[in-house]
């Protein structure tokens, strides 16, 4: 049984940074795409960022993240990050870590809250 946990949200002010972690358990995460995900109340879940399998590690990113954050991985540690730097108010949400399968991403983690403050 796969297992994602995200830590590292908190709150903090505009401008900030914070770094978020994924710890996967039940399987190594290197054959597998890995995303990064939010969702704030009442809205779709949208995509942030994600991070190839293997060690092609590409990587793609929402545009409205584009050169603020960052994501990476730890195949060694099972482990996913997402840094994120000159946060806005608008990076407030739920961010849930995801593993892709052959065509969809079938694992999710319960997601870690990230608060913006302006």
């Known amino acids: 049984q796969v297992q994602l946990t995200e830590s590292g949200g908190g709150l903090v002010q505009a401008g900030g940074s914070l770094r978020l972690s994924c710890a996967a358990s039940g399987r190594g995460i290197r054959p597998y795409t890995m995303g990064w995900f939010r969702q704030t109340p009442g809205k779709e879940r949208e995509f942030v960022a994600s991070?190839?399998?293997?060690?092609?590690?590409?990587?793609s990113y929402a545009d409205s993240v584009k050169g603020r954050f960052s994501i990476s991985r730890d195949n060694a540690r099972n482990t996913v990050y997402l840094q994120m730097n000159s946060l806005k108010p608008e990076d407030t949400a739920v961010y849930y870590c995801?593993?892709?399968?052959?065509?969809?991403?079938?694992?999710w983690g319960q997601g870690t809250q990230v608060t913006v403050s302006s």
């Open positions: 991070i190839g399998a293997w060690s092609a590690y590409i990587t």
């Open positions: 995801a593993q892709k399968g052959s065509s969809e991403y079938d694992y």
